[in-house]
């Protein structure tokens, strides 16, 4: 089992900027790749970036450009750094991992971004 504890979503304004982190415990020696994740009022979540356990990223091209994943392999920390956040940024984040078939998922952390 892994665990997955998020923090660091808030109340922002257009423009401003916000790090989530996402601390992992449990049986992470089989994490490889990590992801976050966003579910906005009334949609179905998606994807925003993810990161191997090489360093290699992926992003949304919604958030291109304005945010950044990274990954503390040592405090088995992960985050993402979100830069001129947009209204349309609103919505819950979630930290995600997996290993095999079972998919491990953080309780969410909310994000709104005033305009």
């Known amino acids: 089992q892994v665990q997955l504890v998020e923090s660091g979503g808030g109340l922002v304004q257009a423009g401003g900027s916000l790090r989530l982190s996402c601390a992992a415990s449990g049986s992470i020696f089989v994490i490889n790749a990590m992801g976050w994740y966003r579910q906005p009022p009334g949609q179905q979540r998606e994807l925003v970036a993810t990161i191997t356990r090489g360093g290699s990223t992926n992003y949304a091209d919604s958030v291109k450009g304005r945010f950044t994943i990274s990954r503390d392999i040592a405090k088995n920390t992960m985050y993402l750094q979100m830069n001129s956040l947009k209204p349309e940024d609103t919505a819950v984040y979630y930290c995600?991992?997996?290993?095999?078939?079972?998919?491990?998922w953080g309780q969410g952390t909310q994000v709104t971004v005033s305009s």
């Open positions: 995600n991992t997996a290993w095999l078939t079972t998919e491990f």
